[in-house]
């Protein structure tokens, strides 16, 4: 299996608004295999499926220290968060840079698992971050829309920079 292309900012594609899945297909199930391969390759924590140019509510995390915890979340929603925790949070499509968010310390969210069977789960601490940061983007929004516009615009054109260099441009 080869991993997905990771998109990067400031790609316009990690803004689309991912549409809900209607039904859990074969081919769903076989995309969640290769968004938690991609993930696991890019020794990533979480990554949603917008991330890989597929506008459909799924993301994929796995907190553990052994990478062998995949959690596949289908059509996610948060119905309660409370309390607020600020940590440094990274991104696959923002390699490099680390910034502090604030988000919810803990949360309730229902789900479809691979199975389409309907769930609850609570989270909190790095799970909780971590999903709440994928589900931004399948919202279309990206940790670096918490910082500063000053910030987020270097943030852009150093990866722009990067991205030229990597592909022989200027």
């Known amino acids: ?5 990771i998109l990067e900012f400031p790609d316009p594609r990690l803004r ?9 297909t074969d081919e769903i199930a076989k995309f969640t295999e290769k ?3 991609t993930m696991y390759d890019a020794a990533g924590i979480g990554l949603a499926a917008t991330q890989v140019n597929f506008h459909q509510r799924i993301i994929a995390v796995d907190i553990s220290e052994t990478k062998n915890e995949p959690l596949i979340l289908i059509n996610p ?7 607020e925790i600020e940590s440094e949070e990274g991104c696959l499509s923002v390699p490099g840079f680390y910034e502090p968010v604030k988000r919810f310390s803990e949360i309730k969210l229902e789900a479809i698992s691979v199975d389409g069977e309907s769930f609850s789960l609570e989270a909190s601490e790095l799970l909780g971050i971590c999903i709440q940061h994928e589900i931004d983007h ?3 929004k990206l940790f670096v829309d918490y910082v500063s516009k000053t ?3 270097l943030i852009r054109k150093k990866l722009k920079k990067a991205n030229a260099s990597r592909s022989g441009s200027k």
């Open 1 to 5: 299996m080869h991993p997905l292309e």
């Open 16 to 24: 689309t608004i991912a549409i809900p899945v209607k039904n859990i």
């Open 35 to 37: 968004l938690l391969f």
């Open 77 to 83: 929603i948060i119905i309660e968060g409370a309390g």
């Open 138 to 140: 399948l919202d279309g």
């Open 151 to 153: 910030k987020r615009q």
